[in-house]
């Protein structure tokens, strides 16, 4: 079986694969947010992707590694939740129609990455000293 450290690590070793999966099917698993702005999209699977390959290389860095990286993604999954609902909230004021503001791409996302964000800030919180 394997343990939640080892998930932790093969999640962020498979960002290729989510990011093929993004690219081809357009399949945003990962961060569905940013799909107005492919620069930053890219630079956070390259971010997720060092985080991964910097686990894998040296397993001490992991604690400090998981919190830099579950602050970073407490911080994206907060902007990918609220700024949907704002920009709804100024159309309505605005008298324009509006579509519900998150999809089933953005709640899987959501989901997901809440769950390895959980996995990584109790794998990591207290050896970082948290």
Known sequence: MISRQQL???FYLATPVFYLLDIIFGWD????????RPGWKFAYYLFCMGIGL??????????????IEGGVNMLLLTLSVLLP??????????GETVQHPLNTFSIINYLI??????????????????
């Open 8 to 10: 932790l690590l093969w």
């Open 29 to 36: 698993l990962r961060i569905s947010f940013l799909d107005d």
């Open 54 to 67: 910097l686990m894998w290389k040296w397993r001490i860095l992991e604690p400090i590694l998981g919190i």
């Open 85 to 94: 609902y704002y920009a709804a909230i100024e159309a309505i004021s605005s």
């Open 113 to 130: 990455s809440g769950l390895f964000l959980f996995i990584s800030m109790r794998l990591h919180g207290s050896k970082a000293g948290l």
